[in-house]
């Protein structure tokens, strides 16, 4: 029989090196009990609570009507006749198909992404950082946050042996940054988040990091998540300064990932942009310090995921760079026109002065006031659990608890070949149906064990899932000391 040309000995080494925990064996296994329970199989639960990932509507939460009105008025033109659209909402859908080829949502729009809905986004992002100038042309609309990450790592990542790009992330981080890392082979380079001090970022901590990483790599690039996945913080202004002041001292390009920026519970938090942040410092560090930050349509109260909408805005990239970037985006042509679309809703929602907006604001504020009820439950009962402690969830959709895991049961791990937080979860999802991700997948430090569970199953849900969580959690510590 012919051989196949491509195998595991001939693929990309880079893609064989790439993890990503999020989607990973548990959510597979998850997969597999889900299927033996419709097909009636008997297990000690009736059915599997999915908290391993940041996908709202997939845990039931509902879209806000009037996003959803725009895209179906942009997607089928017809609706406008229609008297059930409100007018503000059939306004929106005509200024932004004017924008597309043939007036269609069908149609590619320039691979920056369609003008008028790059305007609306500058004249957000203004108008969130309190006046600081936004140029339009600056922005890019991207198919979800993750492209655009990928794109700009893409054009920092060169060089070889000990010139070779180092990029500096958080550790515990979101999977997409170590994955992106491998499959360009760029160094990753780890600075660790403060777990004893609500996972905030040390400064002496990345001056750490940084020389520690150029005796082997050079880092051109620093990469902050904030408010932060997996961890839930939301970072300090005088952070950001501290952060920024060193990429200016270092000569580090900034990628600051802003997705979670609507997801702020903690009263005593506040988002603060790093591009406000960086105007806030002066022109020096303005007019110098090569930004870019990274928005999306699928975080937020809007949470759509699957129109893979967002966008970055650029700052301070060498012009002719610029024409290299603007090159590798006309490559994949443009992002999906009703992520566009969405996006757009995003920077433009209803005004008070508008028929849609108490209706808006309604759906809004009740899905961010129930995140922060949620952020404050998950985080009380943890902290109730002997043996887990948990950080309080200032921002994002996560809790990232740190667990602790009796010797016996870390002996039965390393026996088993898999990382005790992995066996912990294997666990936790055959006991109980909770599905959550172990910290490995993350990064932790060494020795320390932790889990990744999102706050967005419904509040009954979530009360159910923590419950069993407590119990299992006290049964698998007094079944493993028990051992001793
Ligand atoms: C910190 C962070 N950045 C980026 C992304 C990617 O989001 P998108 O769906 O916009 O690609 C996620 C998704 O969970 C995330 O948590």
New binding site residues.
Partial sequence: MREKTLTMDTLNPQVKAVEYA?RGPIVIKAGEIERCLEEGGTKPFSEVIKAN??DAHAMGQQPITFLRQVVALCTFPELMESPSFPEDAKWRARRILQGCGGHSLGSYSASAGVEYIRKDIAAYIEQRDEGVPSNWEDIYL??????G?MTILRLLVSGKDSSRTGVMIPIPQ?P?YSAAISEMDAVQVNYYLDEDNCWALDINELHRAYQAAKQHCQPRVICI?NP??PTGQVQSKKCIEEVLHFAYEENLFVMS?E??QDNVYAPDCQFHSFKKVLYEMGPEYYNSVELAS?H????GYTGE?GF???YMEVINMDPEVKAQLVKLLSVRLCPPLSGQAAMDVIVNPPQPDEHSYQQFHQEKSSVLGALAEKAKLTEEILNAVPGIKCNPVQG??YAFPRIFIPPKAMEEAKTLGMQPDMLYCLRLLEETGICVVPGSGFGQKDGTYHFRMTILPSKEKLKVLLGKLRDFHVSFLKEYSALE
């Fill in positions: 999020v990932i940041g991207t198919t979800g946050a993750s492209d990450i979101y997409l998540i932060g996945n990932d997705v979670y990274f999306s349509t699928s975080k995921c893979r909408g967002g994002a959709m």
